[in-house]
């Protein structure tokens, strides 16, 4: 089965500095990769995905991916965050139809 | 709509009582799922539809789950006799075929 894995639970950032959420992927085959962000009291929003194609994949509200395969990860990256950032993220894996989720990382980024 | 819409989006409803939520695809997408999202369990596949069928109900967590949806659009999610454990947010999302699936702002239900 297909999983994806978030090591860390909370993020915390300055606003202004770079911001990176981790996601690492075990998949047989190749890998269809998604971030989504949930605000407090929302449902889930789609940012970005890979399929095939460049390694990084340039997504919603100014954030990016990196998909490694060697390093089997695909990181969410924010040049600069923002206090509006401040949000759960979720990584997942497209297990043939469906989506099976990371457990989320909880960002904070402080003004 | 534009997006995914379910109903209600907040629920109170007594121990006991059967609850019947709500979902609204974006149009014509042919696939649509349900999954649970709640405090230690994170999110939970419950039921995939391609059209009116569901070839996949893995994830309903007992007999007292079921769902059905009619006309290849709106589908309902209901919960007999519930439990204070099935206190949780209810999501509903949609996709055209294998593309993109987007998400509803979901329903959440409260056990009392």
């Known amino acids: 089965a297909q999983s994806v894995a978030q090591p860390e639970d909370q993020v915390n950032v300055a606003e202004g500095n770079p911001l990176t959420v981790k996601c690492t992927y075990s998949?047989?085959?190749?890998?269809?990769l998604f971030w989504y962000v949930q605000y407090p009291n929302r449902g889930l929003q789609f940012l970005l995905k890979y399929i095939t194609g460049d390694n990084l994949v340039k997504g919603s509200y100014g954030f990016e991916a990196e998909f490694n395969k060697s390093q089997t990860s695909f990181h969410l990256k924010k040049p600069s965050a923002l206090v509006s950032d401040s949000a759960l993220y979720f990584c997942?894996?497209?297990?043939?139809?469906?989506?099976?989720f990371g457990a989320g990382t909880t960002v904070t980024v402080r003004a | 709509g534009a997006g995914v819409s379910q109903s209600p989006s907040n629920k109170v409803t007594e121990k006991g009582k059967d609850v019947e939520l709500r979902c609204d695809p974006i149009s014509g997408h042919t696939a649509l799922y349900w999954y649970r999202q709640s405090l230690g369990q994170g999110l939970e596949f419950l039921i995939y539809f391609q059209g009116n069928s569901a070839p996949d109900k893995s994830g309903l967590p007992s007999d007292r789950f079921s769902a059905e949806r009619t006309g290849g659009s709106v589908s309902t999610l209901t919960i007999q006799r519930t439990q204070q454990e099935d206190s949780a947010v209810y999501l509903c999302?949609?996709?055209?075929?294998?593309?993109?699936?987007?998400f509803g702002e979901g329903s959440w239900l409260t056990v009392v």
């Open positions: 999302a949609s996709s055209f075929g294998s593309d993109t699936i987007y």
């Open positions: 998949v047989s085959g190749n890998p269809y």
């Open positions: 997942a894996v497209k297990d043939d139809y469906k989506l099976s």
